[in-house]
């Protein structure tokens, strides 16, 4: 990994993550190109209503006060993660809907 991702790493280790952990999710850093870094969303937070929301409000925050000359935007790859599908496939399996 290098000097910038683990830095990026830092900050949403300290900063992020608790508060998404709370919320049963998690996140992972796709890639970063030209200030903009792209993330996925995981766990409850994947395809989750609030996640332009929580992107903006906590994640591009946080990074961009923490590291301004790295980020300046962060952007939701959105895509739904293999744990989300099976819970869906789980719920409809065991309710018979």
């Given at each position: 990994m290098n000097e910038e991702l683990k830095r990026i790493e830092a900050v949403l280790d300290e900063k992020v993550r608790p508060t998404l952990h709370s919320h049963?999710?998690?996140?992972?850093?796709d890639r970063l190109e030209?200030?903009?870094?792209?993330?996925?969303?995981?766990?409850?937070?994947?395809?989750?209503?609030?996640?332009?929301?929580t992107t903006e409000s906590l994640v591009q925050a946080e990074l961009v006060s923490a590291l301004?000359?790295?980020?300046?935007?962060?952007?939701?790859?959105?895509?739904?993660?293999?744990?989300l599908w099976e819970q869906?496939?789980?719920?409809l399996r065991d309710h018979h809907l």
């Amino acid at each position: 990994m290098n000097e910038e991702l683990k830095r990026i790493e830092a900050v949403l280790d300290e900063k992020v993550r608790p508060t998404l952990h709370s919320h049963g999710g998690e996140i992972k850093v796709d890639r970063l190109e030209d200030g903009v870094l792209h993330v996925n969303l995981l766990g409850q937070c994947a395809g989750c209503p609030s996640a332009d929301l929580t992107t903006e409000s906590l994640v591009q925050a946080e990074l961009v006060s923490a590291l301004p000359e790295l980020v300046r935007q962060v952007v939701v790859v959105q895509e739904v993660s293999d744990e989300l599908w099976e819970q869906a496939k789980k719920l409809l399996r065991d309710h018979h809907l």
